[in-house]
């Protein structure tokens, strides 16, 4: 069973960081693009960041881009996704996606398997 399983979000500070986990299992994972989407309350779903577990390139949103980070640990089949200078508009519910691509893609519609999401708030 393909499982996706999220953590770390919580209620932190505009300016604060935080680290979400995404926990994968029952596919493999070198073979998968992991992606982590956000959907703020009356938004529509966003791409934020994007790894390829074969070789580790990535791919950032521009409104993210030289505040988060994301890395992938083959070993622990986990991605994570380092989020520092957060703010306001960041608050949302964060998923991770699994999508079998040779590379990396931030198009929600195209990854096969998603996370049940964590909730990241951010006070200002």
């Known amino acids: 069973e393909v499982q996706l399983v999220e953590s770390g979000g919580g209620l932190v500070q505009a300016g604060g960081s935080l680290r979400l986990s995404c926990a994968a299992s029952g596919f493999t994972f070198d073979d998968y693009v992991i992606g982590w989407f956000r959907q703020a309350p009356g938004k529509e779903r966003e791409g934020v960041s994007c790894i390829s577990s074969s070789d580790s390139s990535t791919l950032y949103a521009d409104s993210v881009k030289g505040r988060f980070t994301i890395s992938s640990d083959n070993a622990k089949n986990t991605v994570y996704l380092h989020m520092n200078s957060l703010k306001p508009e960041d608050t949302a519910v964060y998923y991770c996606?699994?999508?079998?691509?040779?590379?990396?893609?931030?198009?929600?519609?195209?990854?096969?398997?998603w996370g049940q999401g964590t909730q990241v708030t951010v006070s200002s």
């Open positions: 996606a699994a999508d079998l691509a040779p590379r990396p893609h931030l198009v929600d519609g195209w990854y096969d398997y």
